[in-house]
């Protein structure tokens, strides 16, 4: 039981403590109680055997849970907590105030059937994807687990009303996937297990679940389908509050727009620059076209990227880029069987407090041997000479990989596990930029060559993605600017945003749920932006492994957390 907090100001002597006490009590209470896969996630395997419940009696208990913290954290006195606390009880506040939003406002457990589909098979994979415990624990584990899903597919009939059109077709189109990822995937993971009673309990839960989503699948198609009739729009109240919620971002939508089609006119224009250096005769476009070809070959893709990583590694420190806390790398993977279908590279960290599967595993998705040369060949241009490089330095060095590395010293519990986007991919995405910017070329790439020329190509062909995810998720969920329809906004993403047609509608369907996801080029600006104040205010004395490392020390918090830390003032962030 929590603590009953008194509707008064808590006193000024007992507020830290009173900070600290119901923050571990929200985390147990609400976050992890109605989310336990974010517990195994994290590290804390007490939440093994449990899973979400999904019906709306427990989203009304989760809502009603959440006011109740929001007025306890609202009672403590902002001033009366030093500066990071303060800040602290300001992240936890305002991702209260997102969840309300999420649960209240936006209601995907009333409109997003791939929330309960998609939803049960992350809580599986989370026991799947790390060795945190002996095989045949996990599979008890997931067991327990699965035997608790064929209701959450239940439960989505009652809850789901009217959802989006868009929303069901996207849940339909996975379904497929879902229903093999639990026939082959989930027992491939557990091969290994030896406990006779939990490989026959497996068997039949997993049966269950399979039955339960082919099921699904069915009723949406034939139910669920004709009636979707629902608007996806956030729109532009929503919109805003989530990015202040979520990021702290108080920008006008209008201005922010502004600020997206800058930066996508910025990049077109260096693109045709480059472009124009690398082959006069060419448009960007059929230059483009041409470094899609340029890529190892798929053997030799583990080793292209296993070879950068000493070359960046090298380069970091021998510029004083950032400090790298430890001398362990990544552990350089194929990408797990059942993570093929949606990932061509990841960075998977242990959540922070695992203690026994304490590895990062960077993964890469290699072509299948039944491939045509055709799907090998578009697969392949993911890889291509550029786009190995930027998603070296995003992914591992010093992207992800190097935050991760530092978490032990970010100052808090909620700076682990309150993570705004801005922060995380907006440093990642920042990164790919910043070291190409710093002289970074791959062993052998001499400055200046068509080489070098053509990984600037691909650093910003994805700072492009990111640009057109940037004015995409505004137009298409506010109206700002002039409303997007789907097929508008897939359509810009291969005009404007440099992308191929089938990643133009992929991109578009993301954004119909993953409304904020302009959040890696804003985050990427802002500390942009935030270096550039800094070196105004240091002059001669800035350092940028300094400035680096500094802004690493804050933990996952929005930029604006950091800005006031770093500058000690409340400057506007763009």
């Known amino acids: 039981m929590a603590a009953p907090a008194s509707a008064q100001r808590v006193s000024a002597d007992g507020a830290p403590q009173t900070f600290n006490f119901l923050t571990d009590q929200y985390f147990t209470d609400v976050y992890f109680h109605f989310s336990p896969t974010s517990g195994t996630a994290a590290g804390l395997h007490q939440y093994d055997t449990q899973l979400e419940d999904y019906s709306a ?40 105030k997102s969840n309300l939003l999420t649960l209240e406002v936006i209601r995907p457990w009333e409109k997003n059937p791939d929330n309960y589909s998609s939803g049960i098979t992350g809580s599986i994979f989370v026991l799947m994807e790390r060795p945190f415990a002996p095989v045949n624990t996990r599979l ?6 699965e035997k608790l899903m064929p ?19 996207i849940a339909l189109e996975q379904i497929d996937g879902l229903v093999s990822f639990f026939q082959t995937d989930v027992p491939s993971a557990f091969a290994d297990a030896t406990d006779a009673q939990a490989k026959a309990d497996f068997a039949k839960s997993n049966a269950a679940v399979i039955e339960a989503l082919k099921s699904y699948g069915a009723w949406m198609k034939t139910d669920l389908l004709p009636r979707s009739n629902g608007e996806y729009k956030f729109g532009a109240d929503t919109f805003a509050k989530k990015l202040q919620y979520d990021e702290m971002v108080d920008i006008p939508l209008d201005h ?71 001398k362990v790398e990544p552990t350089l993977e194929e990408t797990p069987p059942f993570m093929r279908a949606t990932t061509q590279a990841s960075m998977d960290p242990p959540g922070a407090f695992e203690t026994h599967s304490t590895k990062a595993y960077f993964n890469v998705t290699l072509p299948e041997k039944d491939w045509t040369p055709a799907h090998i060949a578009e697969h392949m241009a993911a890889f291509n000479v550029g786009t190995i490089t930027s998603t070296a330095v995003h992914e591992a060095y010093p992207g992800h990989y190097v935050q991760f590395l530092w978490q032990p010293e ?44 053509l990984i600037r190509l691909g650093q910003l062909q994805d700072a492009l993605l990111r640009d057109a995810r940037f004015v995409v998720s505004i137009r298409l969920h506010t109206g700002v600017g002039g409303p997007f329809t789907i097929d508008q906004a897939a359509q810009f993403f291969v005009t404007e945003g440099y992308q191929s047609p089938s990643i133009g509608m992929v991109e578009t369907k993301r954004g119909t749920s993953d409304a904020t996801y302009l959040y890696y ?10 270096r550039a104040d800094v070196k105004a205010k240091q002059g001669s004395a800035f350092n940028l492994q300094n400035f680096h490392d500094d802004f690493m020390r804050q933990g996952f918090a929005p930029v604006k957390v950091i800005r006031k830390a770093m500058l000690h003032n409340d400057t506007p962030v763009l």
């Open 140 to 145: 008890r584990a997931a067991v327990e687990r």
């Open 256 to 326: 922010l727009l502004e600020i997206a089609y800058a930066d996508l006119h910025k990049n077109q224009a260096e693109f045709a620059r480059v472009a124009k250096e690398v082959d006069p005769t060419k448009t960007p476009q059929q230059v483009l076209a041409e470094l899609a070809t340029i890529h190892p070959a798929p053997d030799k893709l583990l080793q292209a990227f296993q070879d950068q990583f000493a070359g960046l590694i090298d380069y970091i420190q021998a510029h004083s880029i950032i400090t790298i806390p430890s």
């Open 151 to 169: 209701q959450v597919l239940l439960e989505a009939r009652k809850n789901l009303k009217n959802p989006p059109k868009i929303y069901t077709e």
């Open 410 to 453: 970010f100052p808090s519990k909620i700076r682990k596990l309150l993570g705004a986007n801005t922060n995380i991919e907006g440093w990642a995405h920042y990164c790919e930029q910043m070291m190409l910017d710093e002289g970074y070329l791959p062993t052998g790439t001499a400055p200046g060559s068509r080489e070098a020329k």
């Open 57 to 96: 009696a427990s989203v009304q208990k989760q809502i009603a849970a959440l006011h109740s913290y929001e007025k306890k954290i609202e009672a403590i006195e902002p001033s009366a907590l030093d500066a990071s606390v303060a800040a602290d009880r300001d992240i936890l506040l305002n991702s209260i």
């Open 521 to 530: 080029t804003l985050g990427k600006l802002e500390i942009m932006q935030l």
